[in-house]
């Protein structure tokens, strides 16, 4: 059973800068970051292939940027440029075969 810990989301200014982890307790194929606003669905951001390759939504091309970790069973998300936006609580999961959704961590962009 792998679990997922998402951490590193805070309040911060538009064009300020955040960096998300996603912490799997077992070992990590192909990963994508998710986020959810009050009110809307959960929407696909940001994801990475087993062999590195990476897609983004268009609303944060060349603003996020994904990575990962494989000896650390670890995906990061490093957000530029935040707007408001992009304020709600950011996920973590396995693609394309879904593990039990974390609790998430809420970024939240406010002047």
């Known amino acids: 059973q792998v679990q997922l810990v998402e951490s590193g989301g805070g309040l911060v200014q538009p064009g300020g800068s955040l960096r998300l982890s996603c912490a799997a307790s077992?070992?990590?194929?192909?990963m994508g970051w998710y986020r959810q606003a009050p009110g809307k669905q959960r929407e696909f951001v940001a994801g990475?292939?087993?062999?590195?390759?990476?897609t983004y939504v268009d609303s944060v091309k060349g603003r996020f940027t994904i990575s990962r970790d494989n000896a650390k069973n670890t995906v990061y998300l490093q957000m530029n440029s935040l707007q408001p936006e992009d304020t709600a609580v950011y996920y973590c999961?396995?693609?394309?075969?879904?593990?039990?959704w974390g609790r998430g961590t809420q970024v939240t962009v406010s002047s």
């Open positions: 990475i292939g087993s062999g590195d390759t990476t």
């Open positions: 999961n396995r693609v394309p075969m879904k593990l039990p």
């Open positions: 077992g070992s990590i194929n192909a």
